[in-house]
């Protein structure tokens, strides 16, 4: 929450006149109500996506299918809407979409390895232990222990580990030493952190984010028997030096963050996050290296960090962070700030090329549909009456091949909310999303899909490349969308799209509670799943929130 004084505070609130008469209990009362009234009708708060209650997130941290739900852990700062103090928040779903926030999963241990911050990281299960491992940060003893420099802080990196025995997840035992407490004695790296960790036979395997200095960005791999011992093997992959400089190395490249790998098809396929975006590369796996024959953009607008994990149908599911692009002090008096994108699933193109669509459990959210045929006569029409409210909507639009398109989502007076746009004939083809583009060449017809959701706008087009663009602006009145051209179009679908919670707040409790958030009021304590509860969702029950809320 943005500091706010208290004279201001009752100004806004229009309560003035009676200041004097507010008591110390109720002062603090009406502070907590007014901070979620605030976030509660901000309509640039997203509803449908999964983020906390307020305050700061951003990476997505262990994601796992477990005991029959689905568990995010995410980067999390309880004091504020900033970077800084990093936690992992923790939440809960039944099926990826309605989320129920828990208490805080892993906080920095006073005088531990993780003192200054927990950091990115994955969830992994040996047996019937659940593991979280984990990069913590600490001041280094000498300028030899730095392993992050990234012009404003210089840390020293380990990787921790944690077990639980809790069914839910919600409380973890750490180790009380690092599993591995320094790089490979040989090597001086550019960052040494964010442990992917899967199984290989009788062997655990572990990736860190890295880089060689002068050789660029680089995956380490190390294996163990137990997850607690772990020798260095060899770089799983190196990049190639930027030969620029910068403070933080991950400004030019030669600092890999976030590394996922892991099978896909008859390939494997490697994440990696730096240079604001994540890359993907998908290549062949043997001797435990692994050789790129394809790379491209996960996504081309405001999206980082992204992390992988199996579904219950063994799906390929990608999660990923969708930063804010506005200025941090607009932020910080918002309240909150990163969203987590919406589920996606991933698949292998015959070239081996990576592609990416919204996972089919987002179809949940779906209420009033509209739709129009490009072939109607009164298509016009039909296109003239459809409405998005709220700023929570999708949109699937198909246009015909080798025409150009402009969609526009625009307000009833005309004042432009998002364009989207693509000339196929122009000779660098693009697909534009207001003002960022990625280069798209087709001749196939075009499949558009959109998410729109308060300042999020997701953009799919035929699963190869995506736009996650952020929108401040807030529309005076419901969307309208309209075609530049409409006899480009083949079919049009929106459907108005449900909120995950009645006030915003994505998961319904205040069990994030910290510092920042302790204003929450117990109203708001977790509730446990009752089985019935599970069982109607997993039949599909989708009007039902899992926090027992209706959803609207
Ligand atoms: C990526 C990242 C990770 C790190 C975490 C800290 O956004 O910088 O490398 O673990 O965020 O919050």
């Known amino acids: 929450m943005g500091k706010i004084s208290r004279r201001a505070f009752l100004r806004q609130a229009g309560l003035a006149a009676g200041a004097g008469a507010l008591s110390r209990g109720s002062w603090a009362h009406a502070m907590r109500e007014h901070g979620r009234t605030k976030l509660a009708t901000d309509p640039r708060r997203p509803q449908y996506h999964l983020l906390p209650a307020a305050n700061w ?55 531990g390895y993780d003192r200054d911050g927990v950091f990115s990281g994955s969830a992994v299960l040996d047996g019937n232990t659940p593991n979280l491992i984990y990069t913590g940060v600490l001041p280094p003893a000498s300028p030899s222990e730095i392993t992050l420099d990234d012009g404003q802080h210089q840390w020293r990196e380990v990787q921790c580990l944690a077990t639980s025995t809790d069914p839910d997840l919600r409380s973890w035992r750490k180790l009380p030493e690092p599993v591995i407490a320094r790089p490979p004695q040989h090597l001086s790296v550019t960052g040494f952190r964010d442990p992917g960790v899967w199984r290989e036979g009788r062997e655990w395997l572990l990736t860190l984010g890295s880089g060689i200095p002068g050789k660029g960005g680089a995956i380490l791999l190390y294996e163990s028997h137990d997850l607690r011992h772990w020798t260095y093997r060899h770089l799983l992959i190196e990049g190639h030096a930027s030969g620029k400089s910068a403070a933080n190395p991950v400004d030019t490249g030669d600092m890999w963050e976030c590394p996922d790998f892991f099978p896909l098809g008859n390939r494997h396929v490697l994440m990696i996050s730096t240079m604001g975006k994540v890359f993907w590369k998908t290549g062949r796996y043997h001797d435990r290296r692994f050789t790129a024959e394809k790379e491209g953009v996960v996504d081309f607008g405001s999206y980082y960090a992204a992390k992988t994990m199996l579904d219950e149908r063994e799906n390929r599911i990608l999660w990923g962070w969708i930063p804010e692009t506005r200025p941090e002090a607009e932020y910080r008096a918002a309240g909150w700030a990163g969203a987590m994108a919406l589920p996606r699933t991933l698949s292998l193109d015959r070239d081996g090329g990576l592609r990416i669509s919204p996972a089919p459990a987002v179809e949940v959210l779906r209420a009033h549909h509209s739709q129009v ?91 190869k490349v995506v736009i996650t663009a952020r929108v401040y602006t807030v529309p005076s009145t419901p969307l309208l969308v309209d075609v530049s051209d409409p006899t480009t179009l083949e079919s049009l679908d929106v459907w108005q799209m449900r909120p995950i919670s009645q006030d915003r707040l994505t998961g319904g409790t205040g069990a994030l509670a910290r510092p920042g958030l302790d204003q929450w009021s117990s109203r708001n304590c977790p509730r446990a799943l009752s089985e019935n509860e599970r069982a109607r969702r997993r039949a599909g029950d989708a009007r039902r929130s899992i926090d027992g809320t209706s959803s609207v």
Do not use: C
């Not at 997505?60 to 928040?89: C, E, S, V």
């Not at 939440?91 to 999963?105: K, V, Y």
């Open 57 to 111: 997130m951003n990476d997505p941290n262990g994601p796992i299918f477990y005991k029959d739900r689905y568990h995010m852990f995410f980067q999390y700062n309880p004091n504020g809407a900033f970077w800084g103090t990093m936690h992992w928040a923790h939440a809960i779903s039944s099926d990826m979409i309605h989320w129920q926030h828990e208490p805080i999963a892993l906080a920095p241990t006073p005088g």
């Open 373 to 463: 045929n490009g072939g109607d006569r009164n298509r016009d029409k039909a296109l003239a009456s459809i409405r998005i409210r709220d700023q929570a909507g999708e949109i699937q639009a198909r246009f015909a091949a080798n025409r150009g398109f402009l969609l526009r989502l625009r307000a009833e007076k005309g004042e432009t909310f998002a364009e989207i746009a693509y000339d196929p004939h122009n000779k660098d083809a693009e697909l534009r999303v207001n003002g960022t583009a990625a280069s798209f060449a087709t001749n196939e017809a075009v499949t558009l899909r959109v998410f729109l959701d308060g300042s999020v706008l997701e953009v799919f087009a035929n699963e």
